[in-house]
């Protein structure tokens, strides 16, 4: 079983977490599209056909043997979620400290300044040299 296994993905890109994230989203899918089904037969079938998609298109990237590609196409998915954890983790960090601190993003350059909270109006100085007047 296992040699037919081995057998079956030599030389193949296999289950990597690009498919498996989008067996892992496709499988809820389809479940959740047969129900909304029953309520709504248009958005259901939408729904469906697109988890289907999912599903065809994870088990194509598995048999593929053009496992350059389809590592690029992973690298590519791995970079995106590492950014989003990221980003999730800042938030969380953020609304951590929010009863002490707000936070706010520089328009000039786009970092994220924190400042103590209950300071009235100040002026916050960024190190690009932009300069906010926000309520603290
Ligand atoms: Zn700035």
Not at 31 to 58: D, E, T
Request: proline share 3%; hydrophobic share 45%.
């Amino acid at each position: 079983m296992r040699d037919w296994f081995e057998r079956l993905f030599a030389g193949r890109q296999g289950m990597d977490e690009l498919s498996k994230a989008l067996f892992w989203v496709s499988l809820p899918g389809l479940l959740l599209s047969g129900l909304l089904a029953l309520l709504s037969p248009g958005l259901g079938g939408i729904l469906s056909w697109l988890g289907l998609f999912l599903l065809i298109y994870a088990f194509i990237r598995a048999f593929s043997r053009q496992t350059a590609r389809r590592e690029a196409e992973n690298a590519l998915y791995l970079r995106w979620l590492g950014g989003r954890k990221r980003a999730f983790r800042a938030f969380l960090d953020r609304r951590r400290q929010s009863k002490d601190f707000r936070f706010f993003k520089c328009p000039g350059c786009g970092t994220m300044l924190r400042v103590p909270r209950h300071k009235g109006k100040i002026h916050i100085r960024c190190k690009c040299g932009y300069v906010l007047y926000r309520k603290t």
